[in-house]
């Protein structure tokens, strides 16, 4: 078996039911992206009334730390803060975009899917890390107008941050032994 060559599925049936999974993740990735894609224009260029997406997206306690009130200076700071979460998203959106590309084509053990599938995992790792320190610099990004001394620099780590964390380590984990299993197929069926 060339690992180059897509791997075949073994049964058709098989094949059509990857191939309706493979949309529905690439429709809800591309979904995802435009979405992601919007947010940091949205947090910049919201009105001034308009508290939302950051009561969601910052928590509620953030937006109180802005003594001024949220004034468009503070709106473009967390617009900017959201840059590398987001990026980080896009990154493993676009990585499950391939490996369903791949998948939608019966290619399963090919090295385009595993090495999508192990960059996922990393993707969501840098993520994982992303997240945190977006809440924490947009403590700041809110508080940075307040009088000196009424400042800010909030450090939220939840369960959430670590269970994201561990879920990545594991789609790092299957990436390589996906890779691994699939290496040594490849020895036997050459032996054989």
Excluded: K
Aim: glycine letters at 8%; proline letters at 7%.
């Amino acid at each position: 078996m060339d690992m180059d060559t897509p791997s075949p599925l073994p049964r058709p049936e098989l094949a059509r039911r990857l191939r309706g999974l493979a949309r529905a993740v690439r429709a809800l990735a591309l979904l995802g992206a435009l979405g992601l894609v919007a947010l940091p224009p949205w947090i910049a260029l919201g009105s001034g009334s308009s508290l939302e997406p950051m009561q969601g997206l910052f928590g509620g306690h953030l937006l109180d730390m802005a003594q001024g009130g949220i004034t468009p200076a503070v709106r473009w700071r967390l617009a900017l803060v959201t840059v590398l979460p987001v990026a980080a998203a896009l990154s493993a959106l676009w990585q499950l975009w391939t490996l369903f590309g791949a998948y939608r084509h019966g290619d399963v053990f090919g090295p385009l899917p595993l090495a999508s599938l192990r960059r996922f995992g990393w993707a969501m790792t840098v993520l994982a890390a992303a997240q945190p320190l977006s809440t924490t610099l947009a403590s700041v990004a809110a508080s940075w107008d307040n009088p000196p001394g009424q400042r800010l620099v909030a450090v939220m780590l939840g369960s959430n941050d670590y269970a994201l964390l561990m879920s990545a380590l594991v789609f790092v984990a299957l990436g390589r032994v996906m890779t691994e299993a699939a290496r040594q197929a490849q020895e036997i069926e050459a032996f054989v």
